[in-house]
């Protein structure tokens, strides 16, 4: 602890010395910085990201899936005229009632394999 504060003292010394123009002048001119590696750069933040991620893909949206309170468990089904096939939420509510998460999702699942992790 207290060669935290000893360091932010030497640190507000220098600061005060050099807003003064009583510091020591930079050694070998201005400070140049380093070339980034855009390839290295792009690689740890995806790989970072992937860590991240991957857990919320399949994080179990339903709190209550199969248990008696779930109210996913329940569907519903239309039957339109003219012979078109019947419409249900089943389809869109089973997979999160079975204790699914994002990725067991009938559309966004396809999405999420686009996502690292």
């Given amino acids: 602890m207290a060669a935290a504060v000893g360091a ?3 640190l507000g010394a220098g600061t005060a010395q050099a807003a003064a123009g009583t510091g020591p002048a930079p050694a070998g001119g201005p400070a ?4 980034t590696d855009v390839g290295q750069a792009l690689n740890g933040t995806t790989s970072g990201l992937g860590y991240g991620i991957a857990p919320i893909k399949s ?3 339903d709190p209550w899936a199969n248990s008696t309170a779930d109210v996913l468990n329940n569907g519903a089904t239309v039957q339109p005229d003219q012979g078109l096939a019947p419409v ?3 389809a869109l509510t089973g997979p999160l009632s079975a204790g699914g998460g994002v990725k067991d999702l009938p559309l966004v ?3 999420t394999g686009a996502l690292p992790g």
């Avoid at 140049?32 to 070339?35: E, G, M, S």
């Fill in 109 to 111: 699942g396809g999405l």
């Fill in 8 to 10: 932010v003292v030497l």
């Fill in 59 to 61: 994080l179990r949206l």
């Fill in 88 to 90: 249900g939420t089943g």
């Fill in 32 to 35: 140049a910085l380093a070339k």
